[in-house]
């Protein structure tokens, strides 16, 4: 599976960023998906999941409430809405793929990794 991830950029504290992630597999739908993210000179760090279908999600405490992924397995497609940004938003955010039907909250355990994508949130 090819991940791309697009649509971060600068935004202002208390605004909004819609990610995307593009999945080149037509298998899809029987991967589960996740986001993270890594700030500079910091760990990488889960963000959020989904199950294969959608039915279920997971979320980092530290975006709870502001941040819905979503997918759409007709389009291939995984998205992170991000609402309420701020600043420790600040990072890289990564889409990776788990070759099972139940998400995940640790990295080591996903198999496809996309490029990262740049948020900044300015104060």
């Known amino acids: 599976v090819q991940l791309q991830a697009f649509g971060g950029g600068l935004v202002q504290a208390g605004g909004s960023l819609r990610l995307s992630c593009a999945a080149s597999?037509?298998?899809?739908?029987?991967?589960?998906m996740g986001w993270f993210r890594q700030a500079p000179g910091k760990d990488r760090e889960f963000v959020a999941a989904i199950n294969w279908s959608g039915s279920s999600t997971y979320y980092s405490n530290s975006v709870k409430g502001r941040f819905t992924i979503s997918r759409d397995n007709a389009k291939n497609m995984v998205y992170l809405q991000m609402n309420s940004l701020k600043p420790e938003d600040t990072a890289s955010y990564y889409c990776?793929?788990?070759?099972?039907?139940?998400?995940?909250?640790?990295?080591?355990?996903?198999?496809?990794w996309g490029q990262g994508t740049l948020v900044t949130v300015s104060s």
């Open positions: 597999r037509r298998t899809f739908s029987s991967y589960s």
């Open positions: 990776a793929a788990r070759a099972y039907n139940d998400y995940a909250t640790e990295g080591l355990l996903y198999d496809y």
